[in-house]
């Protein structure tokens, strides 16, 4: 089931803000956040745990509510370089290997100007 | 970390024919992953290559459009066969590698088909 991410697409000025959503018609047991510049490969930013952990080396933020089975990520005085389209990832369920088989949302394109 | 390499980067084929495109990472891995992106399009996985095991393939992938080895735990090979103008993609190859307890997915460069 693949989640469905919004908004498709974000225009920002540098230094402004922008959250990106990730929801699911299934039970989350953890989501993944991915950037992809053009033309690159997607570099992972950050996974986020059912219970709460995240884990991440990225100077930005999230937020995983199992409950509304959706995940917010959050952009905050943006850089040019957050330019990129931000794709999420979810497995199937918990446990073994299968928790490695994510699907991906269709991303969100974000662009900042300067 | 973990980094990947793929071969080629680029390719231009005619239909019918089959490209075989080479991924390398520099560690060993137990599973690597296979997944297809369409221009301006999300990732789709294709299929999971376990070292010394059939590849198993997602819903709407079968083997004999896309062979896969796995000969060893730092080595696979994806066919895409018979080629269509639809199999433009980009193929990107990809495995999980942990890190301060948790495991990161890391993705090749890509190999860009272009199939005419």
């Known amino acids: 089931q693949q989640p469905v991410q919004s908004p498709q697409a974000v225009i920002l000025r540098e230094g402004e803000d922008a959250v990106i959503n990730c929801s699911s018609s299934?039970?989350?047991?953890?989501v993944h956040w991915y950037r992809q510049k053009h033309g690159e490969a997607p570099v992972f930013l950050m996974i986020l745990l059912k219970g709460g952990e995240q884990k991440g080396h990225e100077k930005i933020s999230a937020s995983f509510n199992e409950k509304k089975q959706q995940s917010s990520l959050y952009l905050t005085a943006s850089q040019l370089s957050y330019s990129g389209t931000y794709f999420c990832g979810t497995p199937p369920r918990v446990g073994g290997g299968s928790n490695y088989k994510l699907t991906f949302g269709k991303g969100t394109l974000l662009t900042v100007n300067p | 970390s973990a980094v990947i390499s793929q071969k080629p980067s680029r390719d231009i084929c005619q239909r019918g024919t089959s490209l075989t495109i080479q991924c390398q990472v520099d560690?060993?891995?137990?599973?690597m992953f296979w997944y297809r992106q369409q221009p301006g399009q999300s990732l789709t996985l294709i299929a999971t290559?376990?070292?010394?095991?059939?590849?198993?393939?997602e819903s709407g992938f079968v083997i004999d459009k896309f062979p896969i080895s796995r000969p060893n735990l730092t080595f696979s090979t994806l066919t895409v066969s018979n080629m269509s103008p639809e199999d433009s993609s980009i193929y990107l190859c990809?495995?999980?590698?942990?890190?301060?307890?948790?495991?990161?997915?890391?993705f090749g460069p890509g190999t860009r088909l272009t199939v005419l």
């Open positions: 990809s495995v999980f590698s942990g890190t301060g307890g948790y495991n990161e997915q890391f």
């Open positions: 299934k039970a989350l047991y953890s």
């Open positions: 560690s060993q891995v137990t599973m």
């Open positions: 290559a376990n070292q010394g095991s059939e590849a198993t393939y």
